[in-house]
């Protein structure tokens, strides 16, 4: 009896005193950051951190013209100093366990990024579920010049945000632990959403021409022509080699790019009329089953083999011609067949350019090889440089919309 | 010896005792550190690391089969008294220092995961406290607590593993022969001996009710704790790959954190470490319990009681020894020496000794067992 009083004792008082209440924080207490951002600092070897840090009280009586958040930015030779002069310069605690985003300044990743990912990846504050973006300005300015338009806390902005980027395409949301195991991968490169502040003024800067039989132009972050709401744009993708970025992809090659990663959910195409290529139609593209790619490994050079479906549905066409009839519909599916070949034509050429298969077409390379070892000592990354492409566009206009057919305008 | 060997123990108990002592080590470093050995098979590993413990008790079963009385009875029966000491102290050696061992990682993972601030000590006694707690309540209690655990624990492995189902890769599964499948083949028999666990029905047979029971229990258990596992392989492999699966300290944990279905389904890794503290305590209760039942059955001890806390003390002190987690990692790949000579060479002994008298028509054997 006394026996069982004693060990329910024991156990009750582990349950009081052990439980880890006593290392308890109250919220206010806590400096909570919803970003990082990376820059090259002024001196030699240093890095310049900011960290995007959440007033907890502002939440529901938010002032005119007063920001749910507070930056605070320092030099130091890691992000581990960084934090400890954070820690020493601020009243709250920081904790980096509700970090959303992590911002890279283009000059910094460009640079290369290898040493400072390790810390991030070790540390367990750091979760592999933050969003990476690299800024084409610093990443201080970026997240300086965030305002968003509507009353959201920052990191729901970015959560949203991010979210919405499968609407159209144009930019791919990229977990920290992607960018990471691409980073240490022989089958493919890492890449980041790209972002920069845009100078409102409605003018925009064409990163990419429009292919033939297209109405639109690739955008790259900043470049989106664009007046009034947050200055802030995710557009376009920044691609690695290595750990070092080498380029960008535009809004058009983003959406390329999301087709043969099988993240494309759906977005607008504007195309040019098949019979009167003055006037433009729309349809609405949607990834019609999972791309379909065969790499083969041939002595010369790899050729890589692509066959993409794609569904649509009709949501625009102001010529009046009855392109919903059976024989007028083939001559509109050729139309996005052409426009999506030759924008992923391109846009696989210019990764080869840059020597970076951010596809991931290494992995469907994979199964080829008997073992591990052989497989690594297949030089991957030179020979996708030379590899030929060849890609089958399939697309099928399943839905006419709201209407049936268009009369013209008289 | 009535409390050693209650004889009431079913198939379920023993299922949740076996699944207790060998699961947990999938929540430890373990797979990273046989990810880069074997590469995308060790899945294959994994198979076999499953199967070898299974045929090795049912050769334990048999030597059990014709002779009545615990596993010293047994042992000094076919090879004498000499050799029955010295396999049964190897056996609980074995087992304590396997207890020790997960109570030092799960200790060293709970400060590195949950709570950082708190003292190493206190959390290694915590632990050991509460480990004792569950054997000096008794087996009945030890194994009933695990399978109402079990169901909870592999659900949860379960859910996690399907909401990763965005970040999978298959083709991280190839090239199909990873490191060779020789090297899988070997990496599968050389860590059997982490299955030693499942030697725990033959050592508490007196305790179950038939020799079917223990055969039952050892299938159910080590079939479930093998597909669990195997699945957690697969998944792994598909979401980290070689090299990154290669280097993380808590597989699982790292798992459970990646998960993100959207603003409102992640960060589950909080509820998922209340699953995994419960899994270490039973893993270091269970390896504690049948280290010191050994002790019990050599010493001819009536009761397990007044030695449970001596031996939550002993491991709690053994779990403190190592000065740092790199060195606890090296000896958990050492001490695979010693339990693969648990699980080939003993068994394989006896079992030699037990079909030799058979044959030879020496053994007596009573009708009623």
Known sequence: MYIRLILGTMLLSMGIFLSGCNGARESEEVAYIVAIGIDKAEQEGMIKVTYQIAR???EGNKGEGEKDTVLISNSAITIAESLNLLKATTALVPSMSHVKVLVVGQELAREGLANMWGSLKRYREYRGSMFVLVAKGTARDFLEGNKPSFNISASKYF??????????????????????????????????????ISNLSGKGEIATPKVAGSKIEGYTAGGIPLQGGNPIQFAGTAIFNGDKMVGTLSTTETRMMAMLLGNFNNGFLSIEDPLLPKKFLNVNLRLGSAPNIKVALEEERPVIDIKIMLEGEITNLPSGINYEQESYLRLLEEQVNQVCHEEMANMIQHTQELKSDVIGFGYYIRPKFTNY??????????KYSQAKVNITIDTKIRRT?????????? | MNDLHPGKLGVADGIALVFGIVMPRVFLSTISNLIQQDGPILWLAMVIYTIIPLIILYMMAYVHKGITGDIFIVCQKLIGTIGAWGILLSYSI???SNGALILRLYSEYTLLTALPRVEFQVVIVWYAVSAGILCYLGIEALTRTSYIVMPFSIAAIG???????PFYIVYNLTPWQGNGVMQ????????????VGVLALVFLAPAFQNTRTIKKAALYALSYAGMLRVSFILVYTMVFGNAVGAEKTMPLFEL???VYLNQYLQRIEALFIVVWVVFGLLAVAGSLYVGLYLLAVLLKLPTLRPIVPLGAILIANLAMMPPDIGYVLEVDQKLITLFDVGIYVFPTLLFIMAWWKKRRGKLCTSASS
């Open chain 1, 56 to 58: 907890p009280n502002v």
């Open chain 2, 159 to 165: 859910m996690i593993l399907l909401l990763l189902i």
């Open chain 1, 159 to 196: 959560e949203t945000m991010l979210d919405s980027g499968v609407e159209t395409g144009y930019y791919l949301r990229v977990s920290f632990h992607q960018f990471y195991i691409r980073l240490k991968s022989n089958s493919a490169e890492s890449y980041a959403t790209f972002v920069d």
């Open chain 2, 184 to 195: 899988a083949v070997q990496t599968g028999i050389k860590g059997a001996g982490y299955n």
């Open chain 2, 94 to 96: 074995m087992f304590l």
């Open chain 1, 401 to 410: 919309g709201l209407m049936i057919r268009t009369y013209p305008v008289k």
């Open chain 1, 373 to 382: 070892q052989d497989y690594l000592q297949y030089p991957w990354f030179e």
């Open chain 2, 256 to 258: 459970a954190r990646l």
